[in-house]
């Protein structure tokens, strides 16, 4: 199983599992909050640091 595979099953979960156990709003907070993260991460890498984040993905991790 992949790194982003293992990250959305744990993103689905936390998602499920407020859903379940907290009020609406927080539900909606936590939802932006997982999504927004990676988003934001990415952002701030430089371009170099994204290039080289591309060409990592592409061939795999390791190799």
């Known amino acids: 199983m992949s790194p982003i595979q293992k990250y ?28 927004a993260a990676p988003v934001i991460g990415y952002m701030m890498l430089d371009p170099s640091q994204r290039e080289r984040l591309r060409r990592s993905r592409r061939r795999g991790l390791g190799r």
Do not use: K, M, R
């Open 8 to 35: 959305a099953i744990g993103a689905g979960a936390a998602v499920v599992l407020s859903w379940i156990f907290l009020p609406g709003l927080v539900t909606l907070l936590v939802i932006l909050g997982v999504i």
